[in-house]
C-alpha cells in the first residue's frame, strides 16, 4: 500500500466534516446539568447544558407576556438558530416540559425566528418556580397573533426536551 502523506489525509479530513451537512456539526457532550434534550427521528440525541445553549447565538427580546408584570427582557437562542446548527428539518417539533405538558410547534415558528428559547429573564437564569430553567417565548407585544390561545399554548415554560417531527 502506497503511503499517503498526513498533509493530504488531514485536506480529506477536513473536506469531509465541511461536506453537505456542514450545519450539522457535532456538538461538545455537556459537562454541566442538561437543560434541553433535543431528539430527531434517525439522527443524534442531543443534550445541552446551559454552557452549550450559551454557545449559540443569543437573542434577547423584550416584551409584556401575561404571566409576568411589566415588560421583560428574555435572553435565549430562537428554535431557527438551534434547527439551523443542528441541521435538523422536519413538519413540527413537539415541545416537552417538566410536568409533562406538550404541544406541537409547526415549522412555521422555527423558520419565522420568533420563537426563542429563553435562558435568562431580566439577565437572571429562571429557577424552576420562575417558569424555568428554559421558557419558549414569543414577541408578544410585536402582533396579536402571539397573544391568542394558541401561541400561549405553545409557550411552554419548563422546557426540557425537544422532538423533532418529520
Ligand atoms: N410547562 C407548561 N407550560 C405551559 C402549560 C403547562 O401546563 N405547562 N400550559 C400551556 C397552555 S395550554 C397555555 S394556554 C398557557 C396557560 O397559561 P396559564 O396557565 O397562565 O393560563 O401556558 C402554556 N404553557
Ligand atoms: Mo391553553
Do not use: C
Not at 9 to 26: E, H, I, N, R, Y
Not at 56 to 77: D, E, K, M, N, Y
Request: charged letters at 15%; hydrophobic letters at 40%.
Amino acid at each position: 500500500m502506497l503511503p499517503i502523506p498526513r498533509a493530504l489525509l488531514l485536506a480529506m479530513a477536513l473536506l469531509v466534516a465541511s461536506g453537505p451537512g456542514a450545519t450539522a456539526q457535532p456538538l461538545p457532550g455537556p459537562e454541566g446539568p442538561v437543560l434541553l434534550t433535543l431528539s430527531q427521528p434517525g439522527g443524534q440525541t442531543i443534550r445541552l447544558d446551559r454552557a452549550a445553549l450559551a454557545a449559540f447565538p443569543a437573542t434577547s427580546l423584550r416584551t409584556t407576556t401575561i404571566w409576568t408584570a411589566g415588560p421583560q427582557t428574555f435572553t435565549g437562542v430562537t428554535l431557527r438558530d438551534l434547527m439551523t446548527r443542528i441541521g435538523a428539518g422536519g413538519q413540527a417539533l413537539r415541545a416537552h416540559a417538566v410536568n409533562d405538558y406538550a404541544i406541537d410547534i409547526p415549522w412555521s415558528d422555527v423558520t419565522s425566528g420568533t420563537a426563542l428559547i429563553a435562558y435568562t429573564r431580566n439577565g437572571q437564569p429562571m429557577s424552576v418556580r420562575d417558569k424555568g430553567p428554559l421558557w419558549l417565548v414569543y414577541p408578544y407585544d410585536s402582533d396579536p397573533v402571539f397573544r391568542q390561545e394558541t401561541h400561549h399554548a405553545r409557550s411552554v415554560w419548563q422546557l426540557d426536551r425537544i422532538e423533532v417531527i418529520p
